[in-house]
């Protein structure tokens, strides 16, 4: 099956500076790749999402990458900001196996006011 | 939420105890997910249901069942539950992956302790 693994398991950052995390996956038929973000006590929100055909998707300060040939995909976070402190998780699937996502293991981010 | 509730929101057990989570949608999507979330782990998917009465398992499905007899509603129970299953479980719902979006929604979750 799939297997994600996700890098750095812990970030901090000073508030404006930009944020990145890695995402690595094994299975070449994934071909949907979301990113979400937990706030302590709530459930994973989808902030951006990034299918195969494309090689980068940006929503304001936030950014994905993706690089099929290298199975990796990343997020960016620009301008970061305190309320962007919380837990990121990266996520892969493919059409073909119902969409089932398998999850990265986390990326907890602090922005330092 | 995404129209997503769980309930309970938090439960404590006891082992070798039938414990069933329940999950609601008001969205009327046809995908629904169940995922636990443990340190070091992420989430991972335990069963999902791509309509009434049609379920399959997922990554972690030992030790537990689950129930779709109306579209709204995603039953999750554990038969008898063991301190292993101790966790933070995460309801998902999609409206019909694989064609406009995959996008899945997640429910606020259900922090189960087996004692």
């Known amino acids: 099956g799939e297997n994600v693994e996700q890098h750095p398991s812990t970030l901090s950052v000073q508030e404006g500076d930009s944020a990145v995390i890695k995402c690595t996956y094994s299975?070449?038929?994934?071909?949907?790749f979301p990113w979400y973000k937990q706030e302590l006590g709530k459930g994973p929100q989808l902030i951006i999402d990034?299918?195969?055909?494309?090689g980068e998707k940006k929503d304001q300060r936030i950014a994905v990458t993706l690089n099929k040939t290298a199975k990796h995909f990343s997020l960016h976070i620009t301008e970061t900001q305190p309320e962007d402190s919380a837990v990121y998780f990266c996520?892969?699937?493919?059409?073909?196996?119902?969409?089932?996502?398998?999850f990265g293991t986390g990326t907890r981010l602090a922005v330092r006011p | 939420d995404a129209g997503i509730t769980q309930s309970p929101r938090h439960k404590v057990t006891e082992t070798g105890t039938p414990v069933t989570l329940r999950c609601h949608q008001t969205?009327?999507?046809?995908?629904m997910y169940w995922y636990r979330q443990d340190p070091g782990h992420g989430l991972r998917l335990i069963h999902y249901?791509?309509?009434?009465?049609?379920?399959d398992k997922g990554e972690v499905s030992d030790g537990y069942s689950v129930s779709r007899s109306k579209t709204e509603d995603f039953l999750l129970t554990l038969e008898s539950a063991t301190s292993s299953q101790t966790s933070v479980y995460f309801c998902?719902?999609?409206?019909?992956?694989?064609?406009?979006?995959?996008?899945?929604?997640f429910g606020p979750g259900t922090r189960l302790t087996v004692t």
């Open positions: 996520a892969a699937s493919m059409t073909s196996s119902g969409d089932k996502l398998t």
């Open positions: 969205e009327n999507h046809r995908y």
């Open positions: 249901s791509y309509g009434v009465k049609d379920t």
């Open positions: 998902a719902i999609s409206e019909n992956p694989g064609l406009a979006g995959y996008e899945q929604y």
């Open positions: 990034i299918r195969s055909n494309v």
């Open positions: 299975d070449s038929a994934s071909n949907y």
